[in-house]
């Protein structure tokens, strides 16, 4: 799941380009047709062994730290216990108080992210939440902005893959305003016909902002590696066509289908009782006429592969290859889901990262590599990869494709292991002291259907997972599965040296295959 404003999960894209956008200098190999001296090569042999004793000796040094002073054991995190209610309607709501803070958010959180936008119209969810801020039936757009303004408050519109979000943030005071303005905006938009262009101008500078990005091109070709083009997960990018084509009586339809009490959550956290926002809701949303419920869509996952393959989008700008490897993983709160966290923090967590201290500080491959994890309703999939020379791809592949598998076959000594589990535990724990993160875990914990203290007992949860739950997940995720290669850059450069990983197949920037 991914918010363009505001993140339910997944991954930070900014920080990602930034991770896999910058290449190490200074480390250079010979060029693939010329032997150096064997004296030369020794050197080389030779510092690559000290290299690679330095790395070891510094993660030994991690591993060996002493806890942290007045450090205890974790704790379950107390969330506050959401207040759960049904208006007639269908509507859900759900009360989280906190009045440490006169604040207050309420958002409305609605099935109609990405994934139920029609296959021809991929576009289309993201088009109807984009106009529903474009002026409602009582205001238009000028005048509604000019009264949220007068709150000091703000009014953001989100989209995910699996639901659409309008959410208010004010002052307590304002806690009225604040119903009413999303409820104006998710029960009676406008969607002006003079906004059309605007949007829609919009919805192809972001395509063209993601086809420009090397992260861009290969996390969405891994989506549809793992999740198969029938999946709603696993589509292209929306063609021009698609987007300019889209007309005001489409959205108005899919407004219609989907923006119903049965399809929404009501989610309200801050400085009000459970009885204050009830009231609210009551005279906000109450008269909202329920609608059909719509079912998830939810495609077959693809047969694991049976043997890897090599997806190269052939992007001609590239100055290096953008690679990633990656695998079908569980989704959230599936069997194994906590140890592909832990395998995420071992490899990819920043600079002590085993990714970073081999390929950066060994090896001197790249500037930055990182792990991923990502999950929806089909699944989920865990990913990792950096940039590098082109050149130097296959090198860097290899090495990638080492580091992955080595857990699984080497368990994670105890005492590292011990700290790791110690960083993931404070980590949350620091993250949810703020009431929007527990809104949006709620919402998740919801969404996903997981157990109801299924945050409250993450952190116990996994500072119980022990060196041979690790190993024997990682074993089964990534040594046992084919692992799939997807690379972005220059095709003709890229093609024969990657062809030792597997069938190479050679996409054009709109993912569309051309060999």
């Not at 390929?359 to 699944?379: I, K, M, N, P, V």
């Not at 992955?404 to 590292?416: D, F, K, T, Y």
Request: charge should be neutral; include cysteine; hydrophobic fraction near 40%.
């Amino acid at each position: 799941m991914h918010f363009c404003n505001m993140k339910l999960t997944k991954i930070t894209v900014l920080a990602l380009v930034a991770t896999l956008g910058c290449q190490k200098q200074g480390a250079s190999t010979p060029p693939a047709d010329t032997k150096p001296p064997a004296s030369a090569a020794a050197e080389q042999k030779a510092a690559s062994d000290r290299q690679a004793q330095e790395t070891a000796a510094k993660r030994a040094q991690l591993a060996a730290l002493p806890a942290l002073p007045g450090v205890e054991a974790a704790r379950a995190v107390k969330f506050p216990e959401p207040q759960i209610q049904t208006l007639p309607n269908g509507l859900e709501l759900v009360v989280l108080e906190d009045h440490e803070v006169p604040k207050l958010r309420v958002s409305a959180f609605v099935k109609a992210g990405n994934i139920y936008a029609p296959g021809d119209q991929p576009s289309l969810a993201e088009f109807t939440l984009l106009l529903l801020g474009e002026g409602t039936k009582k205001r238009d757009k000028a005048s509604f902005d000019a009264r949220v303004d007068e709150t000091g408050g703000d009014i953001i519109a989100a989209i995910d893959d699996e639901v659409a979000g309008v959410t208010a943030d004010v002052l307590a005071r304002d806690a009225s305003f604040a119903f009413q303005a999303v409820a104006e905006q998710v029960i009676q938009p406008a969607l002006p016909e003079t906004s059309l262009k605007k949007i829609k101008d919009q919805l192809l500078q972001g395509v063209d902002v993601q086809k420009a990005s090397p992260f861009g091109l290969s996390s969405r070709m891994a989506a549809r590696a793992i999740y198969g083009e029938e999946s709603p997960y696993g589509r292209p990018f929306p063609t021009t066509a698609q987007i300019e084509g889209m007309t005001r009586e489409q959205a108005l339809a899919f407004h219609a289908k989907h923006y119903s009490p049965g399809n929404t959550m009501l989610v309200v956290a801050g400085d009000i009782t459970p009885k204050q926002a009830r009231q609210l809701a009551d005279k906000a949303f109450g008269t909202w006429r329920p609608g059909q419920v719509v079912p998830v869509p939810k495609a077959k996952r693809p047969a694991p592969a049976t043997g890897s393959v090599v997806y190269i989008v052939d992007r001609k700008a590239s100055a290096q290859a953008s690679v990633l490897a990656l695998v079908a993983a569980p989704g959230i709160g599936e069997p194994g889901w906590l140890q592909i966290r832990v395998l995420q923090q071992l490899l990819g967590g920043g600079l002590s990262g085993r990714l970073n201290m081999v390929l950066r500080e060994q090896l001197g491959l790249t500037y930055g590599a990182g792990a991923f994890h990502s999950f929806g309703y089909d699944g989920g999939a865990f990913f990792a990869g950096g940039s590098t020379k082109t050149k130097s791809a296959a090198e860097f592949t290899q090495a990638l494709i080492d580091l992955l598998r080595q857990p699984g076959s080497e368990a994670v000594e105890a005492v590292e292991l011990r700290r790791l589990l110690s960083k993931i535990s404070g980590q949350f724990a620091l993250e949810v002291e703020g009431m929007d993160t527990v809104s949006l875990k709620t919402v998740q914990q919801r969404l996903f259907g997981l157990q109801p203290d299924f945050w409250e007992r993450y952190r116990t949860d996994v500072e119980s997972i022990s060196a041979e739950d690790l190993q024997k997940s990682t074993r089964s995720l990534l040594v046992d599965q084919a692992v799939q290669i997807v690379v972005v850059g220059k095709a003709d450069k890229l093609r024969k040296e990657l062809a030792k990983f597997g069938e190479v197949r050679v996409y054009d920037t709109d993912l569309k295959r051309i060999d």
